[in-house]
C-alpha cells in the first residue's frame, strides 16, 4: 500500500547540481523516521549514499558523497529530497529512496528498507 516515488533525475554535465525527490503515498510519513538513499551503476552493487533519521538526527553519507550531497527535509512532510552538488561522472547511477513504517533510528542496512521507489536516472557527462 505504501508507495515511494523518485523524480528529478536527469542529464548533467561534471559540476553541475541537482535535487531529487522522494515522495510518499499510501499514508505513509517521513516525520520522525528515517530514510535513505541507494544507487546502482551499471555492473555495481547497489550502495547506500545518504541516511537521516528525524526521530534523533542521526546521518550517514558515504564518503565519496560528503560535502557534496545533502538530505533535505523543507518540503512537504510527505516529501525529502537528496540534494547534489558537483556532481562527478562517477555519481551517474539509479537513485532509489528508501524508507519503512517502523524504522525510526538510522540504518544502514539495506534489508532494514521495506519501501522502495522504482529509481530515477541521473547522468553525469561531458
Known amino acids: 500500500q505504501v508507495q515511494l516515488a523518485e523524480s528529478g533525475g536527469g542529464f548533467v554535465q561534471p559540476g553541475d547540481s541537482l535535487r531529487l525527490s522522494c515522495i510518499a503515498s499510501?499514508?505513509?510519513?517521513?516525520?520522525?523516521?528515517?530514510m535513505a538513499w541507494f544507487r546502482q551503476a551499471p555492473g555495481k552493487e547497489r550502495e547506500l549514499v545518504a541516511a537521516f533519521s528525524w526521530f534523533d538526527g542521526d546521518s550517514y553519507y558515504v564518503d565519496s558523497v560528503k560535502g557534496r550531497f545533502t538530505i533535505s527535509s523543507d518540503g512537504p512532510r510527505n516529501t525529502r529530497y537528496l540534494v547534489m552538488n558537483n556532481l562527478k561522472p562517477e555519481d551517474s547511477a539509479v537513485y532509489y529512496c528508501a524508507a519503512d513504517s517502523y524504522l525510526r533510528r538510522l540504518s544502514l542496512q539495506r534489508s532494514d528498507y521495506s519501501y522502495w521507489g522504482q529509481g530515477t536516472q541521473v547522468t553525469v557527462s561531458s
Open positions: 499510501g499514508g505513509q510519513s517521513f516525520s520522525s523516521l528515517a
